[in-house]
């Protein structure tokens, strides 16, 4: 809910994969890979002719680990999905972009790869270097910050397997 609250999204790009670099060799390392896709944005921020934002997701696929990305863009409602879904093929590899539709579950499909060891979260364009803690309203106790609200557990669900004291 976080991720989709964040800002009114209007592409949802999944997947982006990338070519091998040399035949046999497979696709760039993630951080050039990361650099490439950012640079991309940035074209696409060029033509959009105003700021945008970004969210990517990477990920290692299950069938061999493949190295691949999920995105979600804002500000770009008014240029053509087909041109630059054209352009992404050409300089990495099969892309999707379809427009964002909030029933789907994008946004939660990016946000699942922020507890996986292997994959990490990006944000881009006016969203990078946002204090991303005054997106969530705080109504915890000490002023600390809630950024997502879990669903209301009894104490019963917890396992206690640590010794306590005793009263």
């Not at 109504?139 to 209301?152: A, K, N």
Request: glycine fraction near 12%; charge should be positive; proline fraction near 6%.
């Amino acid at each position: 809910m976080f991720i989709a609250g964040l800002a009114a999204w209007d592409w949802f790009i999944n997947p982006l994969s990338f070519r091998d670099r040399t035949p046999g060799f497979g696709p760039p390392v993630p951080d050039i890979a990361l650099s490439r896709i950012n640079e991309f944005f940035l074209r696409i921020q060029s033509d959009a002719g105003r700021l945008i934002g970004w969210v990517i997701a990477e990920e290692f696929g299950r069938l061999c680990g493949r190295y691949h990305c999920h995105a979600l863009i804002t500000g770009v409602q008014h240029l053509s999905r087909q041109v630059w879904q054209r352009e992404a093929y050409r300089c990495f590899g099969r892309t999707r972009i379809d427009p964002f539709d909030p029933i789907r579950g994008a946004a939660f499909y990016l946000a699942k790869y922020e507890g996986r060891l292997t994959g990490k979260i990006d944000f881009g364009g006016f969203l990078r270097g946002r204090d991303l803690l005054k997106c969530g309203q705080s109504r915890s106790v000490g002023g600390g910050r809630v950024v997502v609200e879990s669903v209301p557990m009894p104490n019963g669900c917890y396992h206690m397997c640590l010794p306590r004291r005793h009263r």
